[in-house]
């Protein structure tokens, strides 16, 4: 016969079971991405753009994942930091989304393994570490072929941020494109050595209009060019992201990142083990490059012009580095029929011929 302190205890074993079986299982762990961004998310431009592809990401996989972004980080020293903490409180893929992110992300790449890491627009790759970037040098060939239907000073302006060779090929297609269709085009470029500083921007922009510019483009991440040239009645693009509302009399179309498909599609990968390092360079083709509509002051025979431009460059029969192209001194750099090879293409560091100036040192 049980005693008192034997059924105690059973009593006690039945209960703990049956509050462990009422007790649902342990939900799976979201995976964790972190993103690293150069600006504020409200820059309208480049950050802006990328935070618009991990809204994306959030969307498409909902509560599979967690994401974490961090915004205003400077390049250098405060970025392998930052790279490194996000590796530390878990996440398992991280997008270092700025050029300048390059050698800390590789640093802290050897130093986590098992943690995979994307950079935006570098070089470097590694076992766990691979780049992206989108042909932005295409959409910036398209804005150029509306500035040369444009302009009536025959004279562009860019408002520049670094001189990597990313800016630079930007800078060569947008000239490229306008002379493709006003071959005496002349652009001048102000640096401005920051990506994102409004004040700058708006200074820049000043000086080139009052050198005689009639048509701005910019490689920076602030709507600022645009303000200037409503304010002053020329014209202008968005770049990045379609800045149309901050200035709608100036702006004539924009060149956009749409990191959206990549965000998800990489994420989706690491998730699955199927991920492999390497490059991705996507455009207008794969869709990472989109171009904004066109303003309406755009007459038809430029906008029928820079939609066929777009189409050639979609089908692959067509590439803005195509020859014959120039630099500065004359000197031959691509031939007649032939393109540019990608290496060349990377590592850029000449103006084309009609570009004003000299690239900082």
Known sequence: ????????????????????????????????????????????????????????????LGAKIKTTYVENVPEGADSERVIRKLASDGN????????????????????????????????????NMGVYETRMYEGAYLLGVVAGKM???KSLGVVASFPVPEVIRNIN????????????????????????????????????????VDVLNQNTDSPATLQVAQEK?????????DMLKFAPKAHLT??????????????????????????????????????SPLNPVVPAEAAKIF??????????KFHPFQGPIKDQSGAIKVAAGAVLPLKELLSMNYYVQGVDGSIPK
Do not use: C
Not at 34 to 60: M, S
Not at 176 to 184: D, F, H, K
Not at 254 to 279: F, L
């Open 1 to 60: 016969m049980l005693n008192r302190r034997t059924l105690l205890a059973f009593a006690s074993i039945a209960a703990t079971l049956g509050l462990a079986a009422a007790v649902p299982a342990h939900a799976e762990e979201p995976f964790k991405v972190g993103f690293i961004y150069i600006g504020p998310v409200g820059d309208a431009g480049w950050t802006y753009a990328h935070d618009q592809g991990r809204l994306a990401l959030e969307k498409a």
């Open 92 to 127: 398992q893929l991280i997008f270092t989304t700025s050029f300048g992110y390059m050698n800390p992300t590789e640093k802290v790449a050897k130093a986590f393994p098992n943690v995979v890491f994307q950079h935006a627009t570098g070089f470097k790759t590694g076992k």
């Open 151 to 153: 302009t009536k000073s």
């Open 173 to 212: 297609a947008f000239t490229l494109g306008a002379q493709s269709v006003n071959p005496t085009i002349k652009t001048k470029v102000i640096w401005v050595n920051s990506w994102y500083d409004p004040a700058k921007e708006r200074q820049a922009a000043e000086t080139l209009i009052a050198q005689g």
């Open 233 to 241: 009645g020329v014209y202008a693009f968005g770049w990045d992201s």
């Open 254 to 291: 924009a060149s956009t990142n749409n990191w959206g498909g990549y965000y998800i599609d990489t994420t989706k990968a690491v998730m699955a083990k199927t991920w492999k390092t390497g490059e991705v360079r996507g455009g207008l083709q794969e869709g990472m490059v989109k171009m």
């Open 307 to 316: 939609e066929e431009k777009k189409a050639l460059i979609i089908s692959g």
